[in-house]
């Protein structure tokens, strides 16, 4: 019983960790091929040559990310938000509303959405990092999605992300009509944005360009000169102010703690002038004679009553010789030593 329940909850955290996972792909950017012309089914039909004509007007182009063949395409660009590796396998694609029908059942819901299979390492995507599939009439493998997703030009597309299981859906966005060459990116957090043609990053982080002040401002400043003196001007001028603000501070707390403690502070220091003076000027006990010349006489007055510092010597030495046997000879053994004779 110890080891299914430990079998159970290792399953149950794992599928845990998975779900927790597969909620951190976000949709991240999205081109939709603008030029009806530049359609790799459409470009079939025409002559090889005008098709090639085509597909290398196509490649002057910066928002038309070529897939494996070469060719331009449609593609939407999921990204791992989080700092883990994740794998995005067997998860579906959807720009299929009806997908959005509860009634629905998961092999329902299937048909109308395109799996990304397993296989492929390229699946298995690092933290903050991005994959991008490519819209077409044909599934090429891995990265191409099938026709059960479309991206029309000129409207709108709603596109959505579902989890392994066809029900839980991790993210979804609606994406506007978007003009030839434009793609719509996330920026920080749910921000959306258009993006021009020059300004289009598969495969990497977005960045917001869309900001007329600060393009200004680099064409105008293109060595950064101004940029420094108004940084330095903004250090500069907040310090001042800081000191101004401190000085000022210091100034009013000491006023108000000169008012609060002049009440306390004066009586005390009086009481301790006024024994300052006394011991200068003498008491009225001392008639007027300073204090230290008072009590040094007081002091010389009792040492000369007690009899001084030294004792009246007669000069005369009082030690008298007593003889003692602390010095005989005998005492210093402990038995006398016989002398034997030999006959």
């Given at each position: ?88 396998r ?7 509303r ?16 395109s ?44 596109i959505?992300?579902?989890?392994g ?25 749910n ?52 000191f ?100």
């Amino acid at each position: 019983m110890k080891k299914l329940f430990s079998i159970l909850s290792f399953l149950a955290v794992s599928v845990g960790t998975f779900a927790q996972g597969a909620h951190d792909f976000k949709i991240n950017e999205v081109f939709v091929l603008g030029c009806p012309k530049c359609c790799p089914a459409t470009a079939a039909a025409d002559s090889s040559a005008v098709a090639g004509d085509m597909v290398k007007d196509c490649q002057k182009k910066p928002a038309f990310y070529l897939d494996e063949y070469g060719e331009p395409a449609s593609w939407i660009e999921i990204e791992n938000t989080s700092y883990s590796t994740h794998e995005i396998r067997n998860c579906f694609i959807a720009t299929d509303r009806a997908v959005l029908n509860p009634d629905l059942s998961a092999p329902e819901r299937e048909q109308l959405m395109s799996i990304i299979p397993a296989g492929d390492p390229r699946t298995l995507i690092s933290g903050k990092q991005r994959i991008t599939f490519f819209v077409g009439n044909r599934n090429r493998g891995t990265l191409h999605t099938t026709g059960a997703v479309q991206l029309k030009a000129g409207e709108d597309n709603w596109i959505a992300i579902y989890d392994g299981n066809a029900v839980d859906l991790l993210d979804s966005v609606t994406i506007p009509a978007l003009q030839p060459g434009q793609t719509y990116a996330r920026l920080n957090g749910n921000t959306w944005q258009v993006c021009e043609a020059s300004e289009a990053t598969p495969n990497g982080p977005n960045q917001e360009y869309h900001n007329d002040k600060i393009r200004e401002f680099k064409e105008k400043d293109p060595y950064g000169f101004a940029m420094t003196l108004m940084c330095m001007a903004v250090v500069f001028t907040c310090l001042a102010i800081l000191f101004l603000f401190f000085q000022g501070f210091g100034l009013i707390i000491a006023k108000l703690v000169g008012k609060v403690a002049k009440p306390v502070v004066t009586p005390v220091v009086e009481a301790g002038e006024r024994v300052v003076e006394a011991a200068k000027q003498g008491t009225t006990e001392t008639k007027g004679i300073p204090m230290e010349t008072y009590t040094a006489v007081i002091g010389l007055a009792l040492h000369e009553y007690f009899g001084g510092t030294h004792d009246i010597e007669s000069g005369i030495l009082t030690i008298n010789h007593e003889q003692t046997s602390w010095a005989d000879k005998s005492h210093e053994l402990r038995t006398i030593p016989q002398l034997h004779h030999n006959n």
